[in-house]
């Protein structure tokens, strides 16, 4: 009898076992492994490394390398494994079009001054370029470079003065325009380190249309004088050239009432108040 209770007791015990074991093991959430990424290929592109403007110059710093999946990249893009000195490549060359920060360069969007189309590039929206023959007298003894600021004068020759003149002939100068651009002197599109002074034969400046149309007919009716202008100038001030109107005696409206005006007769220079008849 003792041995039968025992007995019971102890296959009792071993089902209260099994059913607390199996209570517990019911509560205990089940860990479930995550499924494993397939790393898909990539490529390295090159990418705007910020907000790169239509007209800008693009420096080395403003390309950058970006991974890019390669069932994403677009024949056009310039990858890294086809081209590894693309950023030497186009540094210095200028934006066609617009880039956003992170959006991949295109050879068609940048253009080197190697390429045909560079200097449409190198113009500002809205306007022009024209040249104009220079020579040492002419273009501040040629230290006048790209990217300076000039003032436009035209020399005009007159015949047959009054009598009071000698009935013989005066040459007068008045400024047309201000605050022109230099593009270039020649074929020099860029100020090289250490360069002082570039003597050329001529200069492409940038004006409006309608400047443009001035200038070219002041050049027909005499001669073009480029007079720089200080760098200080510069600071704050407008990047849009400004057209002085002439009076009727042949000179600038706004010298009218200040400063002289220097007369050429029979080989003598006379300078004349502005204010004066």
């Known amino acids: 009898m ?7 007791a102890l296959v009792a015990a071993g089902l209260a076992a099994f059913l607390v074991r199996t209570l517990v093991s019911s509560d205990t959430p089940q860990q479930v492994s995550a499924p494993q990424p397939v790393e898909q290929p990539m490529a390295e592109v090159l990418v705007a ?3 790169i403007t239509i007209g800008q110059r693009v420096g080395k710093s403003d390309l950058s390398w970006q991974r890019w999946p390669e069932t994403a990249v677009a024949s056009t893009f310039i990858t890294r494994g086809k081209q590894p000195d693309a950023q030497d490549v186009y540094a210095g060359a200028i934006a066609r079009g617009q880039l956003a920060q992170g959006e991949p360069v295109s050879a068609a969007k940048l253009v080197s001054f ?3 189309g560079f200097m449409s590039a190198l113009l500002s929206p809205g306007m022009r370029a024209i040249s104009t023959k220079i020579s040492p007298e002419t ?3 040629g230290f006048i470079l790209p990217n300076d600021r000039v003032d436009v004068i035209v020399t005009r020759r007159f015949r047959g003065g009054s009598e009071a003149d000698g009935g013989g002939e005066s040459f007068r100068s008045s400024t047309i325009l201000r605050n022109v651009r230099v593009l270039a002197i020649d074929q020099t599109f860029a100020e090289a380190e250490g360069e002082q002074v570039v003597v050329g034969k001529t200069a492409t400046l940038e004006m ?5 149309e001035a200038f070219a007919l002041g050049e027909a009716s005499g001669s073009i004088s480029l007079s720089l202008r200080p760098l200080a100038d510069l600071a704050g001030g407008s ?3 400004e057209t002085v109107v002439a009076n009727g005696e042949g000179r600038s409206a706004s010298t009218r009432s200040t400063g002289t005006v220097r007369l050429l007769r029979y080989g003598t220079e006379e300078n004349i108040s ?3 008849n």
């Open 139 to 141: 273009g501040a003894g």
């Open 2 to 8: 003792r041995i039968g209770i025992l007995a019971l």
């Open 274 to 276: 502005a204010g004066s």
């Open 114 to 116: 190697e390429n045909a």
């Open 239 to 241: 990047k849009v050239p």
């Open 208 to 212: 409006l249309p309608e400047q443009a």
């Open 49 to 51: 490394a910020q907000t």
